[in-house]
């Protein structure tokens, strides 16, 4: 009798839990919660979340709340496909906003696609993330030919720079970016003096800031991150080499400052960068709130935000969950974001992205460069 | 290429050598007592760097000023806390596996290293940290133009001559010590020197201790320096000091110390002259070569097959 009590209460917790179920749309966040790159896992946490609350708070997607599942891939390759399998076969999650390295995107975004579930990196900038034919695959950030573009048009005509060194991380990211950098200086004329790699985790780039010297660079361009940026800069510094160290979106943190030891070290680095968002007026309310929360949202918190945004906004639409169909209405239909109306073309990229120069300041804050050439 | 450009490349390589170097005794300490590598070793060092910056915020809050007493201090707290952790690996995951299959330990160690980078990055978090530059400036030598100068920082000079300095102190406590010469019976026999009355369990673990405490010079000079760290530093920097350790002659202490330096200066010469690229790659090939000419190192004592 007992024994019959039991098993009736397990399948009435069973049936109603499986009710609960029903009700939620579970969407994978994907990114490097930990690991050397967490302080970007953090942005993406913190504008997925404060999105998720806001768009819950106004009623859901007909009715179903929207439940967020973290995947923490470290900016590991393999620990992402790995995260990328549980979140589609054991938490079936509808669609996933990440990761964050296009090192992690690129293999991670395979196992959506095969998965039929939507994908949307707020982040990745290498052009191999869109450019596979993946139909769930997209992205509301801009690419890094486009970034380079920009990276190299500001070095020549604006900083007048003759002796271009380009340095990267060996890594999808930096040294995709550092490519693109070197393709335009072409275009322009101009031969990069110095072309390496440097290896990530490393503090000591010494030897290479003396290369630098010994090749007479008057401006520095770097594809990669800030824990090899910080040092490398510092020791720039250091070694009395004032040239210009000019990077892309992977320098977009505090932790910058950190990882170079100071503001003054910091100060006349530029970096290219999407126009701050938090300047869009569309966003004002939601960065109030972000502010308020005590929590300043830098980098990439309101790209997350808009990307959670858009998913909710294509689950509305189509009342699909089928990832390729989700990805289709996204392609042809224009978003109210925080960031503004975003746009997509076939490929899933931005119809428009809106690159611009940033520069360090003395105080250790960055400020978009006005005085264009 | 002109003169200032090599002497510079020089520098950096003796300072990135020393620090390599100073990791290096540790490893090749252990190895030479018992014939086994500390996989935690690397953690050690990484530990140092963050007890730095937390003694360091420490003495700044009691309102301490002078850079040379600051360091003085947190080289001392630093020591001795890490000499702590050195001691406990030993307790935690030598001693009870000291008779079980060689392979034991050296799992059990690196599930300590494990531990310790996962206990530092929940309790410190994941992002770099960093502590203020308190060691500024350097000297410019050998300036011939407003380009032409080799930069030595003062840190850079700390680093090298603490290196030196650490080394000489080591060697005199092995060579000159009562300990040092129990430490030296354990190492040509452990059996023997425990019938002898050396209490080898003792002498083993002040082995550890002084490994931990070489690692925590690293760790504050390179901190001292570089200014930013997180809980993966100790990987990279364990792997290039047991490449040391093995170039120098694993056993041997001026071999540890000979096999950074000559490390830092491949490293920092490729680097600069050929490719930096390839530098790990260089480095480690001639690692290869040093070993096919001479299998024990470069100042390591053939073993002696025991009958």
């Known amino acids: 009798m007992k024994k019959w009590l039991a098993y009736a209460c397990t399948l009435l917790a069973l049936a109603l839990a499986a009710r609960l179920e029903a009700g939620t749309i579970k969407i994978g966040v994907a990114g490097p919660l930990s690991g050397a790159q967490a302080a970007f896992g953090e942005q993406f946490w913190r504008g997925a979340e404060q999105a998720a609350r806001d768009i819950n708070a106004a009623g859901g997607i007909h009715g179903d709340t929207l439940e967020l599942v973290k995947g923490d891939?470290?900016?590991?390759?393999?620990?992402?496909?790995?995260?990328?399998?549980?979140?589609?076969?054991?938490?079936?999650?509808?669609?996933?906003?990440?990761?964050?390295?296009?090192?992690?995107?690129?293999?991670?975004?395979?196992?959506?696609?095969?998965?039929?579930?939507?994908?949307?990196?707020?982040?990745?900038?290498?052009?191999?993330?869109?450019?596979?034919?993946?139909?769930?695959?997209?992205?509301?950030?801009?690419?890094?030919?486009?970034?380079?573009?920009?990276?190299?048009?500001?070095?020549?005509?604006?900083?007048?720079?003759?002796?271009?060194?380009?340095?990267?991380?060996?890594?999808?990211?930096?040294?995709?970016?550092?490519?693109?950098?070197?393709?335009h200086l072409a275009t322009l004329g101009r031969k990069e003096v110095l072309y390496e790699g440097l290896t990530r985790g490393e503090k000591d780039f010494n030897a290479l800031v003396t290369k630098l010297r010994s090749v007479q660079a008057d401006a520095v361009y770097f594809g990669g991150l800030h824990s090899e940026a910080g040092p490398l800069v510092r020791q720039m510094r250091e070694q009395g080499l004032n040239a210009p160290l000019i990077s892309g979106d992977g320098i977009v943190s505090e932790t910058f400052l950190t990882s170079a030891g100071g503001p003054k070290y910091v100060e006349g680095v530029f970096m290219t960068f999407g126009a701050d968002p938090r300047k869009i007026?569309?966003?004002?309310?939601?960065?109030?709130?972000?502010?308020?929360?005590?929590y300043e949202p830098e980098g990439y918190t309101l790209y997350s935000y808009a990307t959670m945004q858009s998913i909710a906004a294509a689950l509305t639409a189509t009342k699909s969950r089928d990832g390729v169909k989700l990805a289709n209405w996204l392609k042809a239909n224009p978003v109210e974001t925080v960031m503004g109306t975003k746009r997509w073309n076939?490929?899933?990229?931005?119809?428009?992205?809106?690159?611009?120069?940033?520069?360090?300041?003395?105080?250790?804050?960055?400020?978009?460069?006005a005085d264009k050439p | 290429m002109t003169g200032h450009i090599f002497a510079q490349q020089a520098v950096n390589g003796l300072v990135l050598g020393s620090v390599y170097g100073l990791i290096a005794v540790g490893y090749t300490m252990v190895y030479g007592i018992i014939g086994m590598i500390n996989f935690a070793h690397g953690e050690i060092y990484?530990?140092?760097?963050?007890?730095?910056?937390?003694?360091?915020?420490?003495?700044?809050?009691?309102?301490?000023?002078?850079?040379?007493?600051?360091?003085?201090?947190?080289?001392?707290?630093?020591?001795?806390?890490?000499a702590l952790y050195g001691w406990s690996?030993?307790?935690?995951?030598?001693?009870?596996?000291?008779?079980?299959?060689?392979?034991?330990?050296?799992?059990?160690?690196?599930?300590?290293?494990?531990?310790?980078?996962?206990?530092?990055?929940?309790?410190?978090?994941?992002?770099?940290?960093?502590?203020?530059?308190?060691?500024?400036?350097?000297?410019?030598?050998?300036?011939?133009?407003?380009?032409?100068?080799?930069?030595?920082?003062?840190?850079?000079?700390?680093?090298?001559?603490?290196?030196?300095?650490?080394?000489?102190?080591?060697?005199?406590?092995?060579?000159?010590?009562?300990?040092?010469?129990?430490?030296?019976?354990?190492?040509?026999?452990?059996?023997?020197?425990?019938?002898?009355?050396v209490n080898t369990d003792r002498v083993i673990a002040i082995v550890f201790v002084l490994g931990a405490g070489m690692a925590a010079v690293a760790g504050v000079l390179v901190t001292l320096n570089y200014g930013s760290f997180d809980f993966f530093?100790?990987?990279?920097?364990?792997?290039?000091?047991?490449?040391?350790?093995?170039?120098?002659?694993?056993?041997?202490?001026?071999?540890?110390?000979?096999?950074?330096?000559?490390?830092?200066?491949?490293?920092?010469?490729?680097?600069?002259?050929?490719?930096?690229?390839?530098?790990?790659?260089?480095?480690?090939?001639?690692?290869?070569?040093?070993?096919?000419?001479?299998?024990?190192?470069l100042l390591g004592v053939p073993e002696v097959e025991k009958v």
């Not at chain 1, 007026?281 to 005590?294: C, L």
């Not at chain 2, 540890?256 to 390839?278: I, K, P, Q, R, W």
């Open chain 2, 233 to 297: 530093i100790g990987f990279v920097a364990g792997i290039k000091a047991f490449t040391a350790a093995v170039l120098g002659g694993i056993g041997s202490l001026p071999g540890a110390m000979l096999g950074g330096v000559v490390l830092g200066l491949a490293e920092s010469f490729f680097s600069g002259f050929v490719n930096t690229d390839y530098k790990d790659v260089f480095a480690f090939s001639l690692l290869v070569l040093v070993l096919i000419f001479k299998p024990s190192g």
């Open chain 1, 281 to 294: 007026p569309t966003g004002k309310a939601v960065v109030e709130k972000f502010r308020q929360a005590g």
């Open chain 2, 89 to 197: 690996v030993e307790r935690i995951a030598y001693r009870p596996l000291r008779h079980a299959n060689r392979l034991a330990p050296l799992i059990s160690a690196i599930g300590i290293s494990l531990i310790l980078q996962n206990y530092v990055r929940l309790s410190q978090g994941a992002r770099t940290q960093g502590i203020p530059s308190i060691l500024d400036g350097g000297f410019h030598l050998f300036a011939s133009g407003p380009d032409a100068f080799v930069r030595l920082t003062h840190a850079q000079l700390l680093i090298v001559v603490t290196a030196i300095i650490s080394m000489f102190l080591l060697h005199f406590f092995i060579a000159r010590t009562a300990m040092g010469r129990a430490c030296r019976a354990v190492q040509q026999d452990r059996v023997m020197a425990s019938l002898l009355g």
């Open chain 2, 46 to 82: 990484m530990i140092a760097a963050y007890l730095t910056a937390i003694f360091l915020a420490g003495l700044t809050l009691l309102g301490l000023q002078s850079p040379p007493l600051a360091i003085l201090l947190v080289l001392a707290a630093t020591i001795a806390c890490t």
């Open chain 1, 73 to 183: 891939d470290a900016c590991e390759p393999k620990q992402a496909v790995a995260v990328a399998n549980r979140l589609v076969d054991h938490e079936h999650v509808t669609a996933v906003l990440g990761h964050f390295c296009s090192s992690s995107t690129i293999p991670a975004f395979e196992v959506y696609a095969e998965g039929g579930i939507l994908s949307i990196t707020p982040a990745s900038t290498n052009p191999m993330v869109t450019e596979r034919g993946l139909p769930t695959a997209m992205r509301t950030c801009g690419r890094d030919d486009q970034q380079g573009v920009v990276g190299a048009e500001f070095t020549v005509k604006h900083l007048k720079a003759q002796r271009v060194a380009v340095l990267h991380d060996k890594d999808t990211y930096g040294q995709g970016l550092a490519d693109a950098m070197k393709a």
């Open chain 1, 346 to 369: 076939a490929k899933g990229d931005l119809q428009t992205s809106d690159y611009v120069m940033y520069r360090w300041t003395k105080e250790g804050k960055y400020e978009e460069v």
